[in-house]
């Protein structure tokens, strides 16, 4: 019984290090990539010219670094045995969440006038990248929320949101050109969802049905983005929808 109960404490103090290593990493990642835009503006070089920063920007910078923080201590308090603050704080994201949707939108729309994506890439087809990802985040986190009485379905929802979140870290970072835009854009980033379908086999033995269906839906999601983010039909779309903030 001794043996059994050493076991399932030596795997809950392993998951809870996995989940706060993949925390700092992913959170450490969006540092870095908008430390040159945002974070250290002046102070790092920036490896293309920057556009200046609205009140939006701020706005948006700020709602999603809150994000960030909250995460980041959420993980740390189940890691330190601390579920009761957990659940409390859980009541913030409930409230952040309607409003990231709704910043993420139009800092995504605005971001077409300010032309503050890749030089290289036309901003009508960059917005796929910002305006499709709040459906991706937004809708993991809602199910996480919904599955907060189910930890392992939660805690896994909520990061694979967050690796859907480091896309444009990874994407702001200076990459050799010979590196792929879609490896720079989803590659680096879907290295988390790699670890996590690796921690799930080690743990169960196959993939969690959360993993495999979250997971599922952000590649598509990032799939269908490239696939379509210089067809007509997106650019219509993408002219349509700047329409509403010009």
Known sequence: MATKAQGRAAAI?????????MAIAMIAAIVIGFAPSYYMRGIVPAAYPLPSITA?????????TS????FLAQVLLVS???PDIHRKLGLLAVAMLPAMIVVGTLAGLYQVARASGPPIVPPLSWLSIPLLSVPVYGGLIGWALVKRRDPQTHKRLMLIAMIEMTSPGFGRMPWP???PGPVILFGFSNLFLVALIVWDYRRNGGIHRATAIGGGIMVASQVFRIATWQTEA?????RWAVSWVA
């Open 177 to 179: 050109a010979l590196v």
């Open 234 to 238: 997106w650019l219509s779309f993408a």
């Open 56 to 64: 939006l920007m701020h706005l948006h910078g700020a709602l999603f």
């Open 13 to 21: 103090a392993s998951e809870r290090r996995f989940y706060a290593g």
């Open 67 to 70: 994000w960030m923080l909250l």
């Open 80 to 82: 330190g045995g601390r």
